[in-house]
Protein backbone atom coordinates (compact mmCIF):
# COMPACT_ATOMS: atom_id res chain seq x y z
CA UNK A 1 0.00 0.00 0.00
CA UNK A 2 1.48 3.23 -1.01
CA UNK A 3 0.30 6.47 0.83
CA UNK A 4 1.27 9.53 -0.84
CA UNK A 5 1.50 13.15 0.51
CA UNK A 6 2.12 16.11 -1.85
CA UNK A 7 1.02 18.56 1.06
CA UNK A 8 2.39 19.35 4.98
CA UNK A 9 0.02 18.90 8.05
CA UNK A 10 -0.83 22.46 7.71
CA UNK A 11 -1.92 21.64 4.00
CA UNK A 12 0.69 23.95 2.39
CA UNK A 13 2.39 22.19 -1.16
CA UNK A 14 5.61 20.60 -0.18
CA UNK A 15 8.31 22.70 -1.64
CA UNK A 16 12.26 22.11 -1.61
CA UNK A 17 13.09 25.36 -0.59
CA UNK A 18 11.70 23.96 2.83
CA UNK A 19 12.55 21.98 5.36
CA UNK A 20 10.56 19.78 6.96
CA UNK A 21 9.88 17.60 10.37
CA UNK A 22 8.64 14.15 9.59
CA UNK A 23 7.37 12.22 13.20
CA UNK A 24 5.19 9.83 14.89
CA UNK A 25 4.37 6.47 14.07
CA UNK A 26 3.48 4.54 10.94
CA UNK A 27 0.99 1.97 10.67
CA UNK A 28 1.38 -1.50 11.34
CA UNK A 29 3.15 -3.54 8.53
CA UNK A 30 5.96 -5.85 8.86
CA UNK A 31 8.01 -3.44 6.75
CA UNK A 32 7.80 -0.31 5.38
CA UNK A 33 9.74 2.63 3.28
CA UNK A 34 9.68 6.44 3.54
CA UNK A 35 10.63 7.68 -0.03
CA UNK A 36 11.22 11.52 -1.75
CA UNK A 37 9.94 10.87 -5.63
CA UNK A 38 9.28 14.06 -8.35
CA UNK A 39 5.72 14.83 -9.91
CA UNK A 40 5.64 11.69 -11.77
CA UNK A 41 6.47 9.19 -9.36
CA UNK A 42 9.97 9.06 -10.14
CA UNK A 43 12.99 8.32 -7.23
CA UNK A 44 15.02 12.10 -6.73
CA UNK A 45 18.52 11.35 -6.93
CA UNK A 46 20.84 12.91 -4.68
CA UNK A 47 24.19 13.45 -3.81
CA UNK A 48 24.55 11.22 -1.27
CA UNK A 49 22.76 8.71 -2.52
CA UNK A 50 20.01 7.97 -0.61
CA UNK A 51 16.03 9.17 -1.60
CA UNK A 52 14.68 7.25 1.32
CA UNK A 53 14.70 5.10 4.40
CA UNK A 54 12.97 1.72 5.34
CA UNK A 55 12.17 0.55 8.55
CA UNK A 56 15.29 -1.62 8.86
CA UNK A 57 17.43 1.21 8.82
CA UNK A 58 15.90 4.01 10.54
CA UNK A 59 16.59 5.16 13.71
CA UNK A 60 13.90 5.60 16.71
CA UNK A 61 13.71 6.59 19.59
CA UNK A 62 12.79 5.15 22.88
CA UNK A 63 8.88 5.36 22.36
CA UNK A 64 9.57 3.55 18.84
CA UNK A 65 9.00 6.85 17.25
CA UNK A 66 10.08 7.71 14.20
CA UNK A 67 11.70 11.72 13.48
CA UNK A 68 13.10 12.47 10.20
CA UNK A 69 14.15 15.55 8.20
CA UNK A 70 13.91 16.94 4.95
CA UNK A 71 16.13 19.57 3.95
CA UNK A 72 18.40 21.23 1.78
CA UNK A 73 21.23 21.63 4.27
CA UNK A 74 22.62 18.70 6.75
CA UNK A 75 20.94 17.61 9.77
CA UNK A 76 21.81 15.33 12.28
CA UNK A 77 19.81 11.82 12.98
CA UNK A 78 18.12 11.09 10.07
CA UNK A 79 17.98 13.25 6.80
CA UNK A 80 17.14 13.06 3.88
CA UNK A 81 18.30 15.63 1.55
CA UNK A 82 16.36 18.18 -1.45
CA UNK A 83 18.11 20.18 -3.59
CA UNK A 84 15.87 22.94 -3.47
CA UNK A 85 14.91 23.09 -6.83
CA UNK A 86 12.96 20.11 -7.94
CA UNK A 87 9.75 19.78 -6.32
CA UNK A 88 8.89 16.67 -4.36
CA UNK A 89 6.35 14.50 -3.04
CA UNK A 90 6.45 11.84 0.26
CA UNK A 91 5.82 8.34 -0.55
CA UNK A 92 4.91 6.08 2.44
CA UNK A 93 5.01 2.36 1.65
CA UNK A 94 3.76 -0.45 3.79
CA UNK A 95 4.39 -3.59 3.34
CA UNK A 96 2.06 -6.93 4.11
CA UNK A 97 -0.02 -4.42 6.35
CA UNK A 98 -3.52 -5.84 7.34
CA UNK A 99 -4.50 -1.62 6.75
CA UNK A 100 -4.58 -2.82 3.37
CA UNK A 101 -7.99 -4.92 4.30
CA UNK A 102 -9.89 -1.60 6.18
CA UNK A 103 -8.20 1.68 4.94
CA UNK A 104 -11.12 2.88 6.68
CA UNK A 105 -9.52 2.33 9.78
CA UNK A 106 -7.01 4.11 9.50
CA UNK A 107 -6.71 7.35 11.83
CA UNK A 108 -4.15 10.92 11.37
CA UNK A 109 -2.86 9.73 14.39
CA UNK A 110 -1.93 6.18 12.94
CA UNK A 111 0.73 8.11 10.48
CA UNK A 112 3.12 10.32 10.75
CA UNK A 113 2.89 14.17 11.04
CA UNK A 114 4.54 16.70 8.21
CA UNK A 115 5.86 19.88 9.78
CA UNK A 116 6.94 22.53 8.06
CA UNK A 117 10.02 24.12 9.80
CA UNK A 118 11.78 27.13 7.77
CA UNK A 119 11.77 28.17 4.33
CA UNK A 120 14.64 29.73 2.26
Keep these: MSL ?3 RDDSGRELSPSCSYLIKGHVPKA ?4 L ?3 DQQGRLIATDLGRSGFTSAEVVRDEENNLT ?3 AREVRSGNWLAVDG ?4 VLVLKLYDTITRSNLSALEPADLP ?3 RE ?3
Design 68 to 70: IRV
Design 35 to 37: ILT
Design 4 to 6: IAR
Design 118 to 120: SCI
Design 85 to 88: QTPF
Design 113 to 115: VIQ
Design 30 to 33: RAWS
